[in-house]
């Protein structure tokens, strides 16, 4: 290994960039957050519920007809890049836009064309929602566009543009969809998406347009011939994408037949102060950590050393935010939301679990991705999702949304069986031996403030649930302590000024 590689494998570099993405990402979280809390105020559940529905709909149309160019461009981008080569980057940059602006028509023309049927996947026999769901083909194509340029921004390392489009798309997204929910209520909702992801696009254009003018050849063999490389990496991480899409779709229509839009609007928020607010660290290493696997996937030693230093890091860093959200849940959907999102809490409880576990899967599960063995990644994902699905469905018709949320937990476990069983004999990924002494005393404080908040008032909630955050954070920064000359040199500042 060379002198540079211990340094970048550092747990310093794993804190670093997940310092930067994760203040880039709790800027986002924050925007949205005033968003959901004025969205829960003129929509309500039922408000909610319809959102997720349309949500659904366009990340179903995506993931079926985006051909994986926005990753695959990453990556070629990412070598073109590597090698200076500015015209033949110029050029590529056009074959991505071309790529990306047909495959936005043929979005369009899929919402379309799939909008009775979706109808009636949702709606039943609404003959009017057809033509709502039809109205979503301006926003896809938007989605479609933009794709396209955050993959270039990313291929071409323009990290600092990439963080920028994030906080003023949610600050668009926010200034856009308030005053039209205060307006119009639930009638505005699909004219805020439409409205909200255009001036999201022309955001991403304002960043890339300056450094490579938008061109596009629409009618050119040669653009098509480029970019069918892209398709064949490409077209197995959309069958992921496409199947993952699926299967929620199935999951929320079978939700909302089972109850209501108002209950699955209660899903939508559970999973969203869980996985969304409490994913903050997944999302913010994702940025630093796939390029650094990918740069030691021949050397196994040195791939484990990477996954399991990630694995340190989640662990250490989402274990007390996740006690803190169980701890302060009903407080945080009053503040966020209303009163009558509150029966969203029990399930939000259960999604710790979830997202435990998550921290653990999916830096292991991105063994395949650096490998480039898309069948195998393919594979390990639809089992996932099919076995999600079903899990899912099952535990919410016997118990309801704890049901729900008790489905999702299983799936984590289920899939860190499978990822760790089928991984460590495939690419020989072990854990290292002081991982368990990490995991298991995080996990059982997680497990314990989970218990108290499910089943204990609001007293003894506080009453144990504040140690044991405490003995959470405790753990981590004495961890980090020992591991990181950040923290250490942070406490040596810290000392100095007390005296």
């Not at 609404?126 to 989605?143: K, Y």
Request: aromatic content about 12%; some cysteine; charged content about 15%.
């Amino acid at each position: 290994m060379s002198t540079k590689e211990p340094k970048e494998a550092s747990f310093d570099h794993v804190l670093k960039y997940t310092g930067i993405f994760g203040g880039v990402q709790g800027l986002t979280i924050l925007m949205s957050a005033v968003r959901n809390k004025f969205a829960s105020l003129f929509l309500g559940t039922a408000g909610f519920g319809l959102m997720a529905i349309y949500t659904t709909i366009s990340d179903f149309i995506q993931s079926a007809t985006n051909m994986g160019i926005p990753m695959a461009s990453v990556q070629h981008l990412a070598e073109l890049f590597e090698s200076g080569d500015e015209a033949r980057i110029r050029h590529f940059v056009g074959v991505v836009r071309t790529w990306s602006f047909w495959t936005a028509m043929l979005a369009a023309v899929l919402t379309l064309a799939t909008a009775p049927l979706l109808s009636h996947l949702y709606f039943e026999a609404d003959t009017g929602s057809t033509l709502d769901i039809m109205l979503l083909a301006p926003m896809v194509v938007a989605l479609m566009i933009a794709a396209g340029e955050i993959s270039v921004l990313k291929g071409l390392r323009h990290l600092k543009r990439v963080a920028l489009i994030s906080v003023l798309s949610a600050l668009c997204t926010l200034c856009l969809t308030v005053p039209i929910f205060w307006a119009m209520g639930m009638r505005g909702i699909l004219l805020s998406l439409n409205i909200s992801t255009w001036a999201v696009t022309l955001v991403h254009l304002m960043f890339t347009t300056p450094l490579y003018p938008w061109r596009i050849s629409l009618p050119s063999r040669e653009v098509f011939r480029e970019g069918w490389p892209l398709l064949r990496i490409g077209i197995p991480y959309v069958l992921t994408a496409f199947v993952g899409t699926v299967c929620m779709l199935l999951q929320n229509a079978y939700l909302k037949r089972e109850s209501s839009e108002e209950t699955l609007g209660l899903y939508r928020v559970a999973y969203t102060l869980m996985i969304g607010y409490g994913g903050i660290i997944y999302s913010a290493f994702e940025s630093d950590f796939f390029p650094r696997l990918s740069s030691v996937n021949n050397d196994m030693t040195a791939r484990n050393k990477v996954i399991n230093q990630q694995i340190h890091a989640s662990i250490l860093l989402v274990s007390p935010m996740l006690i803190a959200l169980l701890v302060f849940l009903p407080v945080i959907i009053l503040i966020l939301f209303k009163d009558t999102f509150l029966p969203a809490a029990d399930m939000a409880v259960l999604l710790s679990q979830y997202m435990f576990f998550r921290g653990i899967t999916t830096p292991i599960s991105y063994t395949a991705l650096a490998r480039g063995e898309s069948r195998l990644y393919l594979l390990m994902e639809v089992i996932y999702d099919l076995f999600a699905l079903a899990t899912v469905c099952l535990c919410f018709h016997y118990l309801g949304l704890l049901g729900a949320g008790l489905g999702l937990a299983l799936s984590a476990i289920f899939d860190l069986v499978l990822i760790r069983s089928c991984y460590g004999v495939h690419f020989h990924f072990r854990f290292t031996k002081d991982i368990f002494r990490l995991i298991i005393p995080q996990w059982l404080l997680l497990t314990t403030a989970m218990f108290t908040c499910l089943y204990l008032d609001s007293v003894w909630r506080y009453a144990l649930g504040i140690p044991l955050l405490m003995a959470s954070c405790v753990y981590s920064f004495r961890y980090l302590s020992r591991e990181s000359e950040l923290v250490q040199k942070l406490q040596k500042k810290l000392h100095l000024c007390r005296k």
